[in-house]
């Protein structure tokens, strides 16, 4: 049987992955997909502690935690509609029009 | 109504009437005469009921008296606590003479924007005398801090020059500094649960505050700082020339004459009323910078070519004695420091009426663009050599009485200190009346200045009860001082052991 | 004898969540059947409704203290508290909206229901006892105000803000996410009342600290505490003024409800430093940066940072004087700064032209009326005596002091100085500056003058009568310090520790 610190590890390595795809990365699409990794990441770990306390609580938040995701993401993606709109690019280092 | 229950009630009703004054005004409609003729009944309505406190003041106790304490929040433990004795009582007259006076000078020079400048008037004069009847801390930051605004718009909006610029620093200085005394009080409240000034004092002199040996250096120093920059002690001055400079003149006449004793007041009530051993230590340095001060404002006053510059620093160099006065730990040197309150509020706030009376017409405050004034104004001259040799202490007016009860209390407390002050009296003299000869005698030099008009009725009105009361306090002092003679007693009892070794020296 | 079937009680006691849901859903169901004037007016005013209504409902369900949903939800003074708060926000931003919508002629319908939808999320929020709702109910307010944030759709400015919250705010929840996830493996569950006995009786494992600092990271974002706080100006800057108004207080009034449960419920490990450095960065950052800021919207934004940063400071005190202040502080921050922002969107004009410093010279000849108003907003913001503010600040220094914390204390007294000088120069500009160009103000309608009206009677209430409030909110801390009196039934998930 795999040990429960084998999942958490990987469910930090998806986490860390996407937090560095957030800083990194250029596209909007991207950075919006890297933020979807943290997610599963997360989603990966209520699993494990899931079986680990044997507790079905865990994976009934994993279902929430998808539907949350896939709301933020059809906002989110019809939010980047209305940049690319008003932009015509979907590069965040020309979406500056606010000094950050 | 019963006398008791007025007693009761009094201290309210002078501290609200202004403020219920200036709402009435919020609601009046904008006919500039009648808002005029309105701010001055209050005003005067005021000044007249606040004589009922001396009136009924029992002269020879030296407490609090016309108590009125209420519960206002249960948590944290606030009351509304007001009372006044000797010093604060004059005080708080003090100020309600002055606003009318205030009212009857800007008839004719404020045209713009009236309403509001009354009602800022009017609720600067609410919090200054919540200051002076508060003893409640809490209560009394709240005033203290409620002086601010209006003073600062009242500087920004009607000033002239780089009014903003004094505005703001004004604002910043005091409010900054205050910020140490807050820190204070909510320390002293976090360790006592109360706010009110008397327990306190008896917590603190039984030694049931935990940790206010330690704690005691810092929070002397943090109410201290809070008000020299009020007084303004050198080197904490730099805000006040400015301010007055560029204000309206019933907001300069309120600066010297009232805001400027917010600070002396509260060394007098908090430093030496809460830290009297901290006092006592502290007192050398502070002297000095008293010393210093004295001095320093009376040479830059000598060499000021603005003439309202120079009356501010003639006031940094008079708040010098009242400080000096205090931290003399004498009756004499303390008497004389309230009695110089007083009357240093009287003659600099007639001395800078006397110097807008001049702006209004010229629209310049430059010594040199004056001389040979006492031709075309010769009433105005009058009233302005009155004024100067109050100021400079003539015996027989205000300022001599006040100046030669510190000078005495000075010397007792060490020689050193009456020897140094007294070259400031000397120097006070030479500057105001080289100000005097050089405004009024002499050739006119500038032609505007051949029909310039003599003092107009409102003007003389406000002179006039101005100029009486220099002369009532130089010739009967003792109707004051009997007043705050048992105060000051009563203020000087933590540290009678100390005058004894003063006194031993 | 574990229910299994909701009863009526369990109703009332989400109802305001209810009801607000109800008026969101009526709101998108007419948009379409009106045109652009109609959907202002009339969906104006139905959701205006729904908030009273929401705010009755509220008091209402203050009657039925208690559990409800198998331990998700807890009705107590602290729930009803932030529910009427939150609901009294929402409705003076509804009457602020009115007239800023037709000045930008935006339409409407969406606009309102999504504020009644986050409503919904941020009053939540305030009564959720289960970590995984809290969540659910912070995504509710978040994707409302995400969208919201990029309502005026013809603005560059604004769907960039828009999408600059999104990523910000999505990036921040993760965070959360995780930290909640870490707390079920630290616990074994996601409950408050259940995570704080297993951390009380079986002490508390590493996983656990490093969970709150998560968990410490995404509500940091929410409520713009430094050093999470870079997207609030931009955010701010583009979204629309009323919009910025519900952000900076009803949003951030509930994140700080959840901070508050999860802090002091849980009785966090190690929470202390945490929230130590970030007040005192918060309070330091935002104030240094605002006092260059010439963008009132900007300027306000940092202000909040900084006020966020006087708020955790009450974090750091000691529970019972700490979260009272701090619930007081939430308050009256609401109260001044959405009277600020309702002034500023007014101010703002068509396309929001008018937002930056020098546009605000000589106001107070142009409309002393709204010079006014705004000043007591500002003077508040700084925390001068008789405004709500000055006890706000008041109550949080004073609960500092008595927990000990005396640098945090002079930091923030300090900060509280500098800030003044930045409030202090709208001041100056509005009464001392004479005005410049030719800038109409329009006259207050109606339903601002209430909302302004409504603002500074708010402030002006707890500037002079704090008691009730502050005795309320007292109540509420001491009811949450003890949450295992309440009755709970045993927990749905199996009984843990049979590994």
Known sequence: MVPLSYYLMLSGILFACGILGFLLKRNIITIFMSIELMLNGVNLSFVAFAAHWHALSGQVFVFFVMVVAAAEAAVGLAIIIAVYRTRETLNVDQVNLLKL | MTLANLNSLILTLVTFIPLAGALLLVLCPRRDRDIRILALVVTLLTFAVSLHLPAHFHRSQGGFQFEVSRQWITTPNIHYHMAVDGVSLWLVVLTTF??????????????????????????????????????????????????????????????????????????????????????????????????????????????????????????????????AVKVPLFPFHTWLPDAHVEAPTAGSVMLAGVLLKMGTYGMLRFNLGLFPEQARRNAPWIITLALVGIVYGALVALVQPNMKKLIAYSSISHLGFVVLGIFSFTQVGLDGAVFVMLAHGVSTGALFMLAGILYQRRHTYEIKDFGGLATPMPRY???????????????????????????????????????????????????????YQRTFFGKITHQENQALPDLSGFETAALLPAAAAALLMGVAPLLWLNMIDPAVHTALLPFSDVLSKVAGQ | MTQTIPQVADYIRILPELVLAFFGLVVMVLDPLLDDEGSRKTLGGIALLGALCGLGASLWMAQSPGLAFW????????????????????????????????????????????????????TLMSSAVELVLIFIALEISSISSYVLAGFRRREASSSESSLKYFLLGSFATAFFLYGVALMFGATGSTNITAISQA?????????????????????????????????????????????????????????FA???????????????????????????????????????????????????????????????????????????????????????????????????????????????????????????????????????????????????????????????????????????????????????????????????????????????????VLDFALRSATQLMQPHRAAITPAPTPPVGTM
């Open chain 3, 71 to 122: 331990n998700m939800v807890r009705v107590d003074s602290f729930s009803v508290f932030f529910h009427v708060l939150i609901t009294a926000i929402v409705a003076v931003v509804i009457l602020t909206s009115y007239e800023y919508m037709a000045v930008q002629r935006i339409r409407a319908g969406e606009y309102y229901g999504l504020i009644l939808f986050g409503a919904v999320g941020m």
């Open chain 2, 381 to 435: 001259a009058a009233f302005f050599l009155f004024i100067v040799l109050a100021s400079a202490g003539l015996p027989l007016l205000n300022g001599f009485v006040g100046e030669f009860l510190v000078l005495s209390g000075a010397f007792q407390a060490r020689a050193l200190y009456g020897i140094v002050a007294a070259t400031g009296i000397i120097w006070s003299a030479g500057y105001l009346l080289w100000l």
């Open chain 3, 258 to 468: 959840v901070l508050l449960r999860v802090m002091f419920e849980i009785n966090t490990p190690g929470r202390f430093w945490l929230i130590w450095v970030s007040a005192a960065l918060s309070m330091t950052l935002g104030n240094l940066s605002a006092l260059v800021q010439d963008n009132v919207k900007r300027l306000l934004a940092y202000s909040s940072i900084a006020h966020a940063g006087y708020l955790l400071v009450a974090f750091a005190a000691q529970p019972g004087p700490g979260i009272s202040a701090a619930m007081f502080y939430t308050a009256s921050y609401a109260a001044m700064n959405v009277g600020a922002f309702a002034v500023v969107s007014h101010f703002a004009g068509a396309e929001e032209r008018y937002v930056t410093l020098a546009d605000y010279a000589g106001l107070g000849r142009r409309s002393p009326l709204l010079a006014a108003t705004l000043t007591i907003f500002l003077l508040s913001l700084i925390g001068i005596p008789i405004t709500g503010g000055f006890f706000a600040k008041f109550y949080v220094f004073s609960a500092a002091l008595k927990s000990g914390l005396v640098w945090l204390t002079l930091i923030g007294l300090l900060n509280s100085a500098i800030g003044a000088y930045y409030y202090l120069r709208i001041i100056v500009m509005m009464y001392m500056r004479e005005p410049k160009g030719e800038i109409t103000v329009r006259r207050i309608p109606a339903s601002l003058g209430v909302a302004l009206a409504l603002s500074v009677l708010a402030t002006l209430y707890l500037g002079v009568l704090p008691g009730r």
């Open chain 3, 199 to 255: 951390l009380q009786a079986k002490g508390v494992p590493r996983l656990a600290y490093v969970a709150v600092a998560l968990m410490f990271v995404g509500l940091g974002f929410k409520v713009a505490s430094a050093p999470f706080h870079v997207w609030t100006p931009d955010v701010y800057e583009g979204a629309p003024a009323p919009i910025v108004a519900l952000m900076s207080t009803g949003s951030k009034a509930a994140a």
């Open chain 2, 98 to 227: 002055l606003t009318p006076l205030c009212v009857l000078i800007s008839w004719k020079s404020i045209d713009s924007r009236v309403k509001e400048f009354f009602i800022l008037l009017l609720v600067l004069e609410t919090a200054l005398i919540g200051v002076f009847t508060s003893l409640d801390l809490f209560l009394f930051y709240f005033f203290w801090e409620a002086t601010l605004i209006p003073m600062a718009l009242l500087i920004g909006m009607y000033g002239h020059g780089r009014k903003v610029y004094a505005a703001v620093k004004f604002f910043l200085y005091t409010m900054i500094a205050s910020v140490f005394m807050l820190a204070a009080i909510l320390w002293l409240y976090a360790k006592t649960g109360s706010f009110d000034f008397t327990t306190l004092q008896s917590a603190i002199s039984h030694g049931q505050v935990a940790g206010f040996l330690s704690a005691a250096p810092w929070l002397f120093l943090a109410f201290f700082i809070a008000f």
